[in-house]
Structures are given as structure tokens and as C-alpha cells.
């Protein structure tokens, strides 16, 4: 396989996988893209081999720089944007990390927190299984809240050591 077809299918690979993440298909694409590319590419670049509109890829590229995925980057002597992917994948992982957590269980544990606080009599049946079911994945996701966490603030050395010692 060439580099270009090599590429083609990352790209498209590194965008299915983005969609069971959660983001769009384009986002990852554009990700992936930048990811795999030795030099920054401008949107035109980035239009080009991905067939995407200016406004798609535009949208979308904000949306990695806000996400800290992708930088922009002054190329002196230069008058269009240029941008850069993070290249270490334990911080790509992290920051991804960090934002599924923000925008999906963030929002979760408030919820869970506004629910647990349920009125009626608690040794009533239904209102006894409503509780028991909201605390038990409040423990969960606060649980998971713990790992996300730690996970995001450690080093990768001390990730790999810690896993490791699970399978001993």
C-alpha cells in the first residue's frame, strides 16, 4: 500500500472511530489529516483533500483548536492561517478525555445530583427504586469522575506503570 492510500484510509478510519466518540465524522477527518501531515496545511489544503466546503472545514477547525486538539500556526512571510495537530497521542487522548467529560458526564452528575433529591415518602416503592437507582449511578459516574480525572492529570510513565501492574 502507497502512502496516499495508506493516508486515505487512516483518514477515513480515524473519522468512523470520531463518530462512535461522539464528534462529527468531518472533525475527526480534518483531525486525523492534520495529525499525519509533517507540515501545517492552511483550510484551502485541508478543502482540498478532504472535498469538504470553507465553511465545514472552517467550523470544524475551530472546533479542534477550542477542544486543544489543533493549533494555528504563523508561517512568517505567510498571510494565510495555518494549523497543526497535538502529534502526542497521550495528550491527544487526554484532551479528548477531558472534553467527552466536560460535555457528557459533567452534565450527568448534575442531573443525577438534582434527582437524588427527589420528593416524596422514601419507603414508598417506586419512589425507594427511584433513589436507590439515581444514587447507584451517581456512585458510578462519581466514580468514573475519579478515573477521568486521574487519568487526565497523570503522566504518561505513571499511567503505563499503574496498567501494568494490574496484569501481574
Known sequence: MNLEEAKAQFIQSWGILGSQWGINRTMA?????????????????????LSVSRGNTNMNVRELIDWGLVDKV???????????????????????????KKRELDPMVKVLNQLSTVDGDKKNEDVKAF???????????????????????????WFWGSFIKLFK
Request: aromatic letters at 6%; glycine letters at 2%.
Open 74 to 100: 504563523i508561517i512568517p512571510g505567510e498571510r494565510k492561517e495555518y494549523f497543526s495537530a497535538e502529534k502526542d497521542i497521550w495528550k491527544v487522548a487526554t484532551l479528548i478525555m477531558y472534553q467527552r
Open 131 to 157: 433513589v436507590d437507582t439515581v444514587t447507584n449511578i451517581k456512585k458510578f459516574a462519581g466514580q468514573a469522575e475519579k478515573t477521568l480525572d486521574t487519568i487526565i492529570k497523570a503522566e504518561e510513565n
Open 29 to 49: 477527518q480534518i483531525h486525523s489529516l492534520l495529525l499525519v501531515s509533517a507540515k501545517p496545511l492552511t483550510t484551502e489544503d485541508i478543502m482540498e483533500q
